[in-house]
């Protein structure tokens, strides 16, 4: 099973900064099968990217994912009071899919 | 657009059993692998299992595996989890989530619904 780990687990900043969130694999994740989700409380989670870099329909361009390997990277450029949320890393690139243990982004 | 409406939760005493159902439209379901994912209640996602398009590939966690099992109708647009011997640390929201294609080892999990709520507690 591949292990994700994420990093912090909480991170506080304010409106306007970047918030850096960092995901570590176990094992080598296949890029293609990396992806980030959002998720605010009593929602579904609501996926931002995917492959890694890709930005999934509707997602606003200050969101970027980055990394390849085991290490992966969730940017968001400037960050806007609806972004302060759960953040979690997820692969389906091997039959055992799993989830990292979620980032919490708070405002300062 | 994709709509997956999850049912069948409740509150259901230690060592019984239950059985989710989620009914799925707004796109073709048999082309299309299957998840469910659990969340504990103050916690984070938890994959539970997967099944691919025609039921051929099925995945299951280590915590779930051998209680629980995934199933499909693509006749009926319907996913399922028969869940047995059902213990308190099941207690979590169940969601039905849909990838992006046909094989769930090799996608990406594109949609969710919202969830039922499964209490296992006497």
């Known amino acids: 099973e591949i292990v994700l780990t994420q990093s912090p687990g909480t991170l506080s900043l304010s409106p306007g900064e970047r918030a850096t969130l960092s995901c570590r694999a176990s094992q080598s994740v296949t890029s293609d099968y990396l992806a980030w989700y959002q998720q605010k409380p009593g929602q579904a989670p609501r996926l931002l990217i995917y492959?890694?870099?890709s930005r999934a329909t509707g997602i606003p361009d200050r969101f970027s994912g980055s990394g390849s390997g085991t290490d992966f990277t969730l940017t968001i450029s400037r960050l806007e009071p609806e972004d302060f949320a759960v953040y979690y890393c997820h692969q389906c690139g091997s039959s055992q899919i799993t989830f990292g243990q979620g980032t919490r982004l708070e405002i300062k | 657009e994709v709509q997956l409406v999850e049912s069948g939760g409740g509150l259901v005493q230690p060592g019984r059993s239950l059985r989710l159902s989620c009914a799925a439209s707004?796109?073709?379901?048999?082309?299309?692998?299957m998840h469910w994912v659990r969340q504990a209640p103050g916690k984070g996602l938890e994959w539970v299992s997967s099944i691919n398009w025609d039921s051929g590939s099925i995945g299951y966690a280590a915590s779930v595996k051998g209680r629980f099992t995934i199933s499909r109708d693509n006749a009926k647009d319907s996913l399922y989890l028969q869940m047995n011997f059902l213990r308190p640390e099941d207690t979590a929201l169940y969601y039905c989530a849909k990838a992006d294609n046909w094989n769930y080892a090799a996608s990406t999990t594109v949609n969710w619904g919202q969830g039922t709520l499964v209490t296992v507690s006497s």
């Open positions: 707004g796109f073709i379901f048999d082309d299309y692998a």
């Open positions: 492959g890694a870099s």
